[in-house]
């Protein structure tokens, strides 16, 4: 087994917080409101895995030449990948923006079917030679939302999200990837706290993902990163910044 890699998310205090960047062999959830980032923290995190200096490892985490022709696989299930803006924020950092569109595969999802199929066929994918390290599903959650509705599906909806994360975990655990989900929240009331965030999933999300962040907008463009409920961290705050350049401090 070999250990765990890293990745930068642009941020060094985002990194910080999680004790060096995102994580391979782990599920990093990042949930919030519309607009807070969430798919721009998923686009920063394909741009970098073209870059050599945001990647924390040596010969024993992962080999140079796997470093080298490191893939992203981009589940977008709700049409918001933009090459474009891949494009921007690698031109910011002096890297090609069309190297990164190359080693990034996105597949449109329309509906839930589709979603956990891509999720499946990116192990064949990396059985047919692929060298897949990071696996983007933006969001997680929002086809599963949109059908299955109300109280009566509510467990069928539980099965089957329990279903795609074994699947995401499984390419985590055995391939070395670092896998990025984006999430919704709801707003639950709370006896104590009033209204309280919560991420979409419940348990079936919440424990399968091993560090979960919730997003929220600061003043301007500083946004604040939240972690939360890790087995291994403590919870902390990070402060960042989205501007044309990208994600950064
Ligand atoms: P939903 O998917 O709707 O839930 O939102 P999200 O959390 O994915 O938000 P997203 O990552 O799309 O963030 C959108 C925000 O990022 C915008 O409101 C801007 O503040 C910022 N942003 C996106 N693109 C750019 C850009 O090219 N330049 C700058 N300066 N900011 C950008
Ligand atoms: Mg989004």
């Known amino acids: ?21 995102l994580e ?24 970098n895995l073209q870059s050599r200096e945001n990647i924390f490892a040596d010969e ?9 022709n490191a893939k992203a696989v981009y589940i977008d299930t709700e049409g918001t990948f933009r090459p474009e803006r891949i494009i921007q924020m690698a031109e910011a950092m002096g890297i090609d923006g069309n190297k990164v569109l190359d ?18 066929k990116v192990e064949e994918l990396i059985k047919d030679g692929e060298n897949i390290k990071l696996v983007i599903v933006d969001s ?9 509705t109300g109280r009566g599906k ?4 539980q099965q089957k999200l329990g279903r795609h994360m074994s699947v995401l975990n499984k390419l985590a655990d055995l391939h070395n990837c670092i896998v990025m989900i984006t999430n919704q929240v709801s707003a639950k009331p709370d006896a104590f706290f009033g209204i309280q ?9 919440g424990h399968a993902a091993t560090f979960r962040f ?16 890790s087995p291994h961290l403590p919870d902390a705050e990070a402060i960042f910044r989205i501007t044309e350049k990208g994600i950064h401090d």
């Open 1 to 21: 087994r070999k250990s765990v890699w890293r990745l930068s998310t642009g941020s060094s205090e985002l990194d910080d917080v999680l004790a060096g960047g």
């Open 24 to 47: 391979s062999q782990s599920i990093t959830e990042f949930a919030g409101l519309f607009g807070c980032g969430k798919t721009q923290v998923a686009h920063q995190a394909c741009v």
């Open 60 to 68: 024993e985490h992962i080999s140079e030449e796997e470093i080298e």
């Open 103 to 120: 080693n990034t595969f996105v597949a449109r999802a329309y509906n839930s079917d589709m979603q956990m199929l891509f999720a499946e």
């Open 140 to 148: 997680l959650t929002s086809t599963f939302r949109n059908e299955y």
């Open 154 to 157: 509510l467990s069928e909806r």
């Open 197 to 205: 965030e919560q991420a979409i999933g419940g348990n079936i999300v």
């Open 214 to 229: 919730f997003l929220r907008k600061g003043k301007g463009d500083k946004r604040v990163a939240k972690l939360y409920d």
